[in-house]
């Protein structure tokens, strides 16, 4: 595609086709022999990120939605507030009370 472009011409004469993107410009510099390595390595190195795809980290994706995700918490949240308002309204629970956090002075020992 290029090989036409660099016969019988100086190094500061590289043309690109009108359209043409600036890759096609860093392509053609660093192909061309005649200049020197460290402007062919600049124009490699900056070409490169666009000539090879990078690693990247992919979403694993599972089997629900997020509109499953939304209605299994909304449903949790309404199963919380009905046992809040079985206790406020005086309702008997299955728990037991748990032991008090203080010594009480019947279990002492004398």
């Not at 019988?8 to 043309?15: A, L, N, V």
């Not at 990078?54 to 949240?77: F, P, Y």
């Not at 199963?79 to 079985?86: G, I, P, T």
């Amino acid at each position: 595609m290029f090989s036409n472009l660099f016969e019988d011409k100086k190094p500061e004469e590289i043309e690109i086709p009108p359209n043409g993107i600036s890759l096609d410009l860093l392509q053609a510099v660093y192909r061309n022999s005649s200049l020197p390595l460290s402007t062919r390595m600049r124009a490699a190195g900056l070409a490169l990120p666009h000539e090879v795809p990078r690693l990247a980290v992919t979403a694993q994706v599972s089997d629900q939605g997020i509109a499953e995700l939304l209605d299994r918490r909304l449903k949790r949240i309404e199963e919380m507030n009905l046992v809040e308002a079985k206790l406020s309204a005086g309702g008997q629970t299955d728990a037991k009370r748990p032991f008090p956090r203080l010594p009480d002075r019947r279990f002492r020992r004398i």
